[in-house]
């Protein structure tokens, strides 16, 4: 299954745009990039999907690169509440898909 | 509609005994999944089912085990507890199976093995 690199951790401050990074190099034509993020005490929460084109939703973007080997997720103004464990995965269809979440990116977020 | 619910919410068991986890998933999903969560391991899959079925299944011993009930409420058991199993475990759902499906998760259950 294709895995994903994201950095152990990130800074940002409040009300400023943060763009979180994810690799992954050996995704498939038909693998899925989804972006989940998990708030302390939580289970994960859904952020965010796409396939080739960039995607927007009310809590974030998300950028893929033209050769789709990588992808950014966009927060557009941080908040406190955005301080969270962030997950990049790849999803493929049933009967292949073991989900790797790996460590993900914790956001720091500076008031 | 209802988030997912899982029960219990915290569980201390022996080591050796086993343990049955219930998932119940958002009203009309029919695919539910299963993670185990630590510090050591992060998030890793356990499995998936669908329709009853089990479709994908991660690295872990067959202690570990799970079934799916016509309503799509989903039980996972582990057997033979070890102190290892000491985890969060998320439960998942989504409408089908399919790669563009968006995961909902379970707040989880606390398992401490002693």
């Not at chain 1, 962030?86 to 979440?101: A, E, M, N, Q, V």
């Not at chain 2, 309503?71 to 563009?100: F, I, K, P, Q």
Request: charge should be neutral.
């Amino acid at each position: 299954d294709a895995k994903t690199t994201q950095p152990n951790s990130m800074e940002s401050n409040e009300e400023e745009p943060v763009h979180l990074p994810c690799n992954h190099s050996t995704i498939s034509g038909t693998d899925y990039i989804h972006w989940y993020r998990q708030l302390p005490s939580q289970g994960p929460e859904y952020v965010i999907h796409g396939l080739t084109s960039n995607v927007n939703n009310r809590m974030a973007s998300l950028a893929i690169a033209e050769d789709r080997k990588s992808s950014t997720l966009i927060l557009h103004r941080a908040t406190l509440r955005d301080a969270a464990v962030y997950y990049c995965i790849l999803r493929d269809g049933p009967g292949s898909y073991i989900p790797t979440f790996g460590r993900g990116t914790s956001l720091i977020v500076h008031p | 509609k209802a988030g997912v619910t899982q029960t219990p919410r915290y569980l201390i068991k022996t080591r050796g005994q086993q343990v049955t986890l219930s998932c119940s998933p958002i009203s009309g999903h029919r695919s539910v999944s299963w993670y185990q969560q630590t510090p050591g391991q992060g998030l890793q899959f356990l499995f998936e089912y669908f329709s009853e079925t089990q479709r994908n299944k991660g690295n872990f011993p067959g202690r570990f085990s799970g079934r799916q009930f016509s309503n799509s409420r989903s039980e996972m058991n582990v057997s033979t507890l070890e102190l290892g199993d000491s985890a969060l475990y998320l439960c998942a759902s989504s409408e089908t199976s399919g790669r563009a499906d968006e995961q909902y998760f379970g707040p989880g259950t606390r398992l401490t093995v002693t």
